[in-house]
């Protein structure tokens, strides 16, 4: 790490280099319950098919579900964070599992549309408490070593991202919507854990920099960090726009395109999404040693010929070239969250939880916008649309070059 980062958090690097193993555990912790939390969240994209010909739901029916869930999700989160960062809550870990608990308890057993956006909403909202205070005990647990703590948190939730579509074809799609209520385990085992890591947070909270106590020393002035937060916020608009085409409609573009089952098509969606969560793995670190903007350039943009090469490719290349493009476009997220978390230092759960939320509620307007075009165009030609998103990281010159990123 650079001198600029190291010595915005002293007091996390000490402790963390005095106690190494103790901060592996709870890093490790903190990604096995966001692959918990992710997990239970991708049953919702991954029944879709289900619940569209049980119910006769129109694409942009579909686009709504997502919508709700994912708008409750990103309108909290930033609250939340910042609330937190002045005034810390360790409880909340748990509590905002108990709530995805009883929302995916609900889906289970709901028989109508407005119920299952009731039950979508009631999981976005626990997403929305864990998402932002996971982020920081992750990174409270870093030891200075902020991209691998940030990115083994987030490939902990690619994984359940991407094991999430397989469970629902093993579990839910032979057997009907009422074996949702399984993951409920799921979700009971993800309370224990982020109750341990609640007990940590509480001892460790001398660790906590309150605002007042931490200062910037990048040098830049406010006006180019509030645009370089921009530049950050419009890279993330591309990267998940375009990922909400995948995310809840690529078993639809399969299975009309080229005539998969549900089951092999979420297939597909594994390998896509498995890409996604390796990608996001090796990104963190490797801005440690090179810097975040160069893993920006290289993801966001680097992805483009993929992207628009896709909707021409047959099946076996449509695999191909998905599992690229998750790979390269997910190596971005931890380098933009570390970016502007050293950007806007003492602000760490509020960075968290904006950047998170923005994530949502891009994913979830996409989705809704993405099914109206689908229901108005074919969902063929909204992938076509959408392959040119990723050229929007041409912004990334826009960013300041500074020392600590």
């Known amino acids: 790490m650079s001198s600029s980062t190291a010595s915005s958090a002293p007091p996390v690097a000490t402790s963390a280099n005095s106690a190494n193993p103790l901060v592996l555990r709870i890093i490790a912790a903190c990604a096995l319950a966001h692959l918990i939390n992710d997990l239970i969240q991708a049953v919702l994209p991954a029944i879709y098919p289900m619940l569209k010909a049980n119910y006769g739901l129109s694409f942009t029916q579909i686009g709504l ?38 929302g995916i308890l609900l889906l289970a057993f709901v028989g109508s549309f407005p119920a299952i956006l009731l039950a979508s909403a009631l999981v976005g909202i626990g997403s929305s408490t864990f998402h932002p205070e996971t982020s920081r005990v992750a990174r409270l647990a870093s030891g200075g070593r902020f991209g691998l703590a940030q990115s083994t948190f987030q490939v902990g939730g690619n994984a359940g991202s991407a094991f999430g579509p397989l469970l629902a074809a093993a579990i839910i799609i032979p057997y009907g919507q009422g074996h949702v209520a399984w993951f409920g385990l799921f979700a009971v085992a993800a309370i224990g854990v982020l109750y341990g890591l609640s007990r940590w947070y509480r001892q460790h909270l001398n660790l906590f920099k309150l605002k007042a106590g931490a200062k910037a ?38 299975i009309e395109k080229f005539h998969l089952s549900i089951a092999s098509s979420q297939w597909h969606l594994f390998l896509f999404l498995a890409a996604v969560a390796a990608g996001t793995f090796i990104g963190g670190p490797v801005g440690d040693r090179i810097g975040r903007k160069t893993v920006i350039w290289i993801s966001i943009l680097g992805v483009a010929p993929f992207s628009i090469a896709l909707p021409y490719a047959d099946l076996f290349w449509t695999g191909v070239l998905s599992m690229l493009i998750g790979f390269i476009l997910a190596s971005a997220f931890s380098a933009i969250v570390v970016f502007a978390q050293e950007l806007v230092p003492g602000n760490v759960g509020m960075i968290a939880g904006l950047f998170f939320g923005l994530m949502f509620g891009i994913g979830g307007i996409g989705a809704a916008l993405v099914g109206h075009l689908a229901d108005s165009h074919g969902i063929e030609y909204v992938f076509g649309l959408c392959s040119y998103l990723p050229l929007l990281g041409i912004l990334t010159i826009l960013l300041p070059s500074t020392k600590g990123v």
């Open 65 to 102: 579900i997502t919508l709700t869930f994912q708008m409750t999700a990103s309108l909290l989160q930033p609250w939340v964070g910042y609330h937190t960062d002045r005034h810390p809550k360790p409880w909340l870990l748990p509590a905002g599992m108990v709530c995805t608990l009883i």
């Open 217 to 254: 020393t990048h040098g830049l002035s406010k006006a180019r960090v509030n645009g370089a937060l921009a530049v950050l916020a419009l890279l993330v608009f591309s990267k998940y726009f375009y990922m909400a085409s995948f995310t809840s409609y690529f078993t639809f573009y399969l």
